[in-house]
């Protein structure tokens, strides 16, 4: 059980730092744009909303959290073969981080009122969402890999 929970873990530490780098783009976005509010004219960019721009930032955070629970889940509770073997556990990853993050697009969607720029480098950040799971997968599993190749279990 201490294993799972250490996956667990795992997996949502890797999740709340794959969210951030989003959630800090949008953070950096909204405080140029409110720099560039004060001291010109307002503009018409949806980021001068800060519910706009919250919905961005915290829905980011919420996004790579879901995909962390989702990997440390899957991972924690997977048959051993499965997370022991290198290519299994890094294609799992790589599906469940790649399709989760589907879900940023969702949030650049309320966030922008529809912007298509956003959601175009939303679309395309997917597979390297996919790929950079697939890649630490085995620091996320490390535990129970360990735990499986210890002599005293």
Do not use: H, K
Not at 40 to 65: F, H
Not at 98 to 121: H, K, R
Request: aromatic residues 6%; charged residues 10%.
């Amino acid at each position: 059980m201490g294993t799972s929970r250490a996956v667990l873990r795992r997996g949502l530490w890797f999740g709340l730092r794959a969210g951030a780098i989003p959630a800090g783009v949008c953070a950096v976005l909204w405080a140029v744009t409110m720099v560039t509010w004060y001291l010109y004219d307002p503009g018409d960019s949806t980021l001068e909303d800060p519910a706009l721009a919250a919905v961005a930032v915290l829905g980011s955070l919420a996004v790579g959290v879901l995909i962390g629970a989702a990997i440390g889940l899957v991972l924690a509770y997977a048959p051993l073969r499965l997370v022991a073997s290198g290519p299994l556990r890094a294609l799992v990853c790589f599906a469940l981080g790649g399709t989760l993050s589907s879900g940023e697009v969702v949030v650049m969607a309320e966030a922008t009122d529809g912007g298509y720029g956003p959601i175009f480098v939303a679309l395309l950040a997917m597979p390297v969402v996919g790929a950079v799971a697939a890649a630490r997968s085995r620091d996320i599993a490390a535990a129970r890999i360990g735990a499986a190749a210890s002599p005293l279990t």
